[in-house]
């Protein structure tokens, strides 16, 4: 006799197994499209790109955004930097003035009001067809502008593109794991670039066509995410997105599981919000695969993950408990035999265990694939294996919490 | 502007593939599930060989069998089998086949215990053994702790033979077991020592008592009995 929680169990992994082998299936039609320049190119033309930097108490690692910048390979003449301080009160500005002597380079300091009218204050102040924003914790690779660009001049229909970002320099088993994560997000975004269904045109250097700002309007408070806003908005009005996956931008990521667990709140809080707020273009193949697949996706693997992490946590419970009966009824004495014998024949070989682990494989090939595409190298780093264990246990809190936050109406801070 | 056209077939051919996917899942449980029960099937076989073998053995040979009792007659592996047999109803649902096993089960139990009684008589030794009587509907929460205790005590004490029997069993012999030490279910668990009935729960300390008292049984070291079950 099957419930109504089983049917909901099979149909949530269903879904799961369905993504996977989807993204597999788009792999392999587009394998032959996915290149990797390592060398320099050179552009027929250089267009003029503004390129803002919005800063808010980042006085570590502000300088080296902007030397990041300048030693970009890309006439210097052709690039524009707008430092816009949202108000720190660190030492930022002393740091960033240190730049005001450039030719290429403006400073602007406002009252504190978030990034996005960070942004906003430098799209007023832009004047060239090209622009993008650079996060003042992250590096770009000194090619990275350059083969963004190339991507505009083959196709003048793409209105925004997206690199890959990269964990810069980890120093523990978190870092690594999210340098892994990152490796992965790289393939998916690959995947998402080929379907048209790109969901995100993240903070550290994405270009976008100014005409996007032109005719859709500024940034916007976008729930804390306004990276994702601007992608949405994008998708909706049928612009193109593309990802660049040869433009490497480099970050830092949060050292411990509660900075990580903040950031990630923030960014899950960001995508359920905005997927209310653009519900209307949900299942409607007007807005092709971003409309059918990633959005509804998105929010099923939100409800999959906090469904099978309570299903979990209510078996090891179950187990958990009847190993302490055992220890009660009988002591420790007799219960150590009892509790570590082991026959085969009580392995759980029901047909959710397979998918399971078919599911895992999937994720695994696209951890392996990020990295090649990457670094170049094929195999299984230490990253990968920490990958598994540190965000199967947190992501389910941080989804969870957002969950919760979103029904209760309370927006996550920033930091 | 971006060409939205979706690719539906190949939103189709995913949704083919993953169905494959999940009939192969389902295939794979299937057959693991019945590899399980198959291997039941053949614990069964064996011990119901070994108590005709013994009961024949005993037939044909009247004193001189006597001596070489301990040695052939009991089936080691029917403690073990209880265990399989709760561990399939509840993983791998009470099939039709799991019920089944279930049942001849509980007549080789009855069997055994019968054999048993011949032994002691003929023989004059007396044979260790509790009848435990449990049942697996939630009028007793007791049942599982009882379980738990009389598991332990039958690896301490490996001539101590208990024989359990789910009362909401299906099964005419079991029945008239339970009328003849006049079980009733608002009385689980029970158990019958020496022909005294007993109900309720019975912690370790309690029947090991009983146990040593009636039956004069060898105890195993636990030392051994680690190293027997490995």
Known sequence: MTSILDIIFYALIFSSVYVQVFFFVTFLENRRKIIVRNGKITLGYYPTVTIAVPCFNEEATVEKTVQSILSLNYPMDKVKILIVDDGSTDNSWNVVSKFSDYPNIKIFRKKNGGKYTALNLALAHTETDFFGGLDADSFADPESLVRIISYFQVDSSVMAVVPSVRVYNFKNSIQNAQKAEYQLGIFLKKMLGFLGAINVTPGPMTIFRKCVFDNLGPYRHGHNTEDMEIAFRMQKNLYKIEHCNDAYIYTNTPKTLRKLYQQRLRWIYGFINNTLDYRSILFRKKYGNFSILTLPMGLISIFSVCYLFSKIIYNLGIFLYSKILILKTVGWHFATSKIFYFDTFFLNMRSFVFLVIFTYLLVAWALVFGRKMVEGKWGVSLGMIYFFPIFSLSAPIWLFSAVYSTVLRRCPAWR | ?230
């Not at chain 2, 295939?27 to 011990?47: E, P, R, V, W």
């Not at chain 2, 003929?122 to 260790?128: E, L, P, Y």
């Not at chain 2, 370790?204 to 040593?212: G, H, Q, S």
């Open chain 2, 1 to 230: 502007m971006v060409n939205n056209n979706i690719d539906w077939k190949k939103y189709l051919i995913v949704f083919l593939m993953t169905v494959s996917l999940f009939l192969t899942a389902s295939y794979l449980s299937n057959y693991f599930g019945n590899k399980k029960i198959d291997q039941l099937k053949s614990i069964q076989d064996k011990i119901a060989m070994d108590i005709l073998s013994s009961e024949t053995q005993f037939s044909l040979l009247s004193e001189l069998s006597c001596k070489n009792i301990s040695d052939t007659i009991y089936s080691p592996e029917l403690g073990e089998l209880g265990n399989k047999l709760e561990w399939s109803q509840s993983n791998l649902g009470a099939t039709a086949e799991v019920s089944y096993l279930k049942k001849y089960y509980s007549l080789l139990q009855i069997k055994d215990y019968l054999l048993a009684k011949k032994i002691s008589e003929r023989c004059g030794i007396k044979s260790a053994f509790i009848l435990y009587f449990y049942t697996n509907k939630d009028n007793c929460n007791l049942c599982e702790s009882q379980g738990i205790v009389l598991t332990s005590l039958r690896e301490k004490y490996p001539e101590l033979k208990v024989y359990s029997f789910d009362y909401s069993i299906d099964l005419s012999a079991v029945k008239a077991m339970l009328q003849i030490y006049k079980i009733k279910d608002t009385e689980l668990p029970a158990l019958v020592i020496e022909d005294e009935v007993l109900t309720g729960f019975h912690s370790m300390d309690d029947l090991e008592a009983r146990v040593k008292d009636s039956f004069k049984l060898q105890e195993i070291k636990p030392l051994d009995t680690v190293k027997k079950s490995s």
